[in-house]
């Protein structure tokens, strides 16, 4: 950037956070409060490249603030004042993050008051739901520019466009207007998978860093991490144990294509890349000396994609931070398929402290449809039994109505998950989310429910017509065999590692803790 440069100042705006509401008041998901690792990235790079960069986390900073939309509980700084807060940091440019599909309309309600304010802003989106649906998003006369997939590197491009040093179609990823068509820079690159809408493209052509080695540290020092840290319930599938927590990505991207994940449509088809060891040693150290942190999550897509990678980081890891008192997890899921006895044993000297392995169907018909990483369900059982004697709790996540399951699949997976000698588990209601082949695949042949919207998901709901199961049987099945999990569970709390399910009581969703919202009371 130089000093005479038109665009010079961003703002990166999060937007408030929303949840599914029951009718009968209950919670349907599960509020959170996380570092957004992904603004971080892109803010660090941008202020690398000199550029001035300023945060909104309207989620973190008015995370009590709750107003029922029905039949949505939404949560964070009210639009006014974001509006405000824009005002007063007179930006040249903003960028929006919708990481999740149900925030875009908050998102483009929030863009059109601002424009309102500042009618010469640029305003670009990024993030998972504009990168599967360009098109759509793109149709909202207050967004100027999308940047598909990681926008760590092409942030800092798209700024120098902006400042004429480079032409708009070297920016990977763009999308932007051109009189009334809209261009995409990718439009001549050849891809792997064409959707309805959306490309996997691969490792080389893929609008993604090829090396991460090389991105800055993300930019912590500019968001409100006492607003994170402050939250009574800080993250959603991996719940944290400490106070002073953060992320970190040791690797991005995934060898596999799942038939119902975004990971090749965001991170590029196959293109799994990852940092050097020492690297991510060195950010931890980082983390533990400039904020204090207490325990790491690993937000890697898919961590254990490499034995060797994993065994020599904890290995590193162990001899690092023998007198730091930090612990570790991986909440996307482990791939049980990698996982040894040497690597549990590695993992435990480290301080692991759960570990959530992605099993996703409990039928093996299921899994060569479905799931990629097709996991081999006859191990599980002895692994999840070695994971608890290493005195690392257990959490599986599992996923149910996919299109065309029967109810005995699901049952199988249902009771494969009750037989499991876990400490907890996480059931999903399949959600068909834009960017996958599985949502291509609904709509083609028409068995998405009726009302299904993919601007407004809600997750915890039946999203697909199923052979011989219906949408509210799904729902009653998912909830009971959680009721039930619970009620063992609470009996055996003897067998769960001290300490920890009074912590996850604590610190998890109000459905598990019982506690329903009073719609009256909810503006
Ligand atoms: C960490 C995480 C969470 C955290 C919260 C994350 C957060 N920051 O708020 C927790 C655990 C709470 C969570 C919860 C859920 N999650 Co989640 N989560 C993730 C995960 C694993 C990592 C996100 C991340 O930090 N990535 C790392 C950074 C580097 O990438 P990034 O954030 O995507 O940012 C890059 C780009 O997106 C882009 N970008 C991002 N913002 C912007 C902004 C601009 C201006 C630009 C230009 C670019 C840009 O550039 C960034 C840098 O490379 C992703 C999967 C994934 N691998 O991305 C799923 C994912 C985002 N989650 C998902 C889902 C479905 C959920 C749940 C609904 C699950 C459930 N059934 O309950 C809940 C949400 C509950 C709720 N109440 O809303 C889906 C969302 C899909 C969708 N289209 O809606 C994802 C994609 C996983 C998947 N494929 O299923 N999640
Ligand atoms: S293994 Fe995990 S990250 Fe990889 S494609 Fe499948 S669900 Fe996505």
Request: hydrophobic content about 40%.
């Amino acid at each position: 950037m130089s000093a005479t440069d038109a665009f010079q100042k961003i703002l990166l705006i999060n937007p408030p956070g929303k949840i599914f509401v029951r009718q009968d008041g209950g919670i349907g998901e599960r509020k959170h409060c996380t570092p957004p690792l992904g603004l971080a990235y892109i803010a660090g790079n941008l202020i690398k490249n000199g550029y001035d960069v300023e945060i909104i986390d309207a989620l973190a900073e008015g995370y009590s603030n709750e107003r029922y939309i029905k039949p949505f509980l939404v949560y964070g700084l009210d639009i006014n004042e974001i509006v405000e807060r824009a005002l007063d940091a007179k930006p040249d440019v903003i960028g929006f993050s919708v990481l999740f599909s149900n925030r875009i309309w908050e998102t483009h309600e929030i863009a059109a008051a601002i424009r309102k304010v500042l009618p010469d802003v640029t305003m670009v989106f990024g993030g998972q739901h504009p990168t599967a649906m360009p098109d759509q998003v793109m149709k909202r006369p207050h967004v100027d520019f999308i940047i598909a997939g990681e926008a760590d590197q092409s942030m800092v491009d798209l700024m120098e466009a902006l400042n004429d040093r480079l032409e708009k179609p070297q920016v990977k990823g763009l999308f932007y207007r051109d009189g009334n068509s809209i261009i995409n820079s990718m439009e001549n690159v050849a891809s792997s998978v064409d959707g309805n809408g959306w490309k996997y493209y691969e490792r080389k052509d893929a609008p993604v860093p090829s090396e991460l080695d090389d991105l800055p540290y993300p930019a912590w020092e500019i968001f409100p991490m006492d607003a994170y840290w402050g939250s009574h319930v800080r993250i959603g599938g991996g719940d944290v144990m400490r106070e002073r927590f953060l992320v970190i990505m040791s690797t991005r991207g995934c060898p596999n294509v799942c038939t119902f994940c975004t990971s090749p449509l965001l991170s590029g088809y196959k293109a799994y890349r990852r940092r050097g060891n020492k690297e991510v040693i060195a950010e931890i150290r980082h983390n533990i000396d400039t904020y204090n942190i207490q325990e790491i999550q690993f937000l890697d897509d898919n961590f254990f994609v490499s034995k060797k990678r994993v065994k020599d980081l904890c290995k590193m890891i162990t001899k690092e931070f023998a007198n730091d008192n930090v612990i570790f997890s991986v909440p996307a899921g482990a791939e049980a398929n990698a996982m040894d006895e040497e690597m549990i044993d590695l993992m435990a000297a480290a301080n692991f402290h759960k570990v959530m392995i992605a099993i996703e169907a409990g039928d093996d018909s299921v899994q060569s449809e479905h799931v990629d990483k097709k996991v081999k369900l006859d191990r599980i059982p002895a692994l999840v039994d070695y994971i608890r004697s290493r005195g690392m709790t257990v959490h599986p996540l599992f996923m149910i109505g996919f299109p065309d399951e029967t109810k005995a699949q699901i049952n199988k997976t249902l009771e494969l998950a009750m037989n499991l000698n876990v400490d907890d588990f996480f059931i999903s209601v399949a959600t068909p989310l834009p960017g996958t082949p599985m949502y291509d695949d609904c709509v083609e042949r028409g068995i998405l429910v009726g009302d299904f919207d993919p601007d407004n998901l809600r997750f915890s709901l039946a999203n697909i017509e199923l052979p011989d199961t219906t949408k509210e049987e799904l729902e009653t099945l998912r909830r009971e065999a959680w009721l039930k999990m619970k009620a063992r569970n609470n009996r055996q709390t003897g067998t769960v590692k001290k300490g920890s399910f009074k912590e996850f009581e604590k610190s998890s969703d109000f459905e598990r803790a019982g506690i329903t919202v009073d719609t009256k009371n909810l503006q």
